[in-house]
């Protein structure tokens, strides 16, 4: 009785019923973010990075300057936070804890506009 109640539902829209909903709000992203400069990881400069200016850079949370000697490599303190660790390049792509959404929407809203309004392929 059970399994005739609960009938699998989809799970997602099919662009059909997408495009009349999000066509204004896409679209107007999309033209907003046309008209922008592209923000990457070049523009925050990593100073204790050994790469270049071209490379991701991220210190780990948990790591520290060694009281003893500033210039030795990092100490562990489990649990406590480094608030001058550099993760600049890693909010800037969202891989930390607090994603930075209008990265993801600025990179993809071209795209996605693309893809569902005006019938451009995705990459695959």
């Keep these: 009785m059970?399994?005739?109640?609960?009938?699998p539902v989809?799970?997602?829209?099919e662009p059909r019923?997408?495009?009349?909903?999000e066509r204004e709000r896409v679209v107007?992203?999309?033209?907003?973010?046309?008209?922008?400069?592209?923000m990457t990881i070049t523009a925050f400069p990593a100073p204790r990075s050994a790469g270049g200016p071209h490379d991701f850079y991220?210190?780990?949370?948990?790591?520290?300057?060694?009281?003893?000697?500033?210039?030795?490599?990092?100490v562990r303190?489990?649990?406590?936070?480094?608030?001058?660790n550099f993760i600049a390049h890693r909010d800037r792509i969202g891989g930390s804890n607090v994603i930075d959404f209008e990265y993801a929407f600025d990179t993809g809203i071209e795209g996605i506009a693309g893809i569902i309004f005006y019938d451009v392929p995705a990459a695959g």
């Design 17 to 21: 019923e997408l495009v009349p909903l």
């Design 2 to 7: 059970l399994g005739a109640l609960a009938a």
């Design 77 to 84: 303190r489990d649990g406590e936070t480094n608030p001058s």
């Design 28 to 38: 107007s992203a999309a033209r907003r973010y046309l008209g922008e400069a592209p």
């Design 58 to 74: 991220s210190e780990g949370d948990y790591w520290w300057p060694d009281p003893r000697s500033p210039d030795s490599p990092f």
């Design 10 to 13: 989809a799970a997602q829209l």
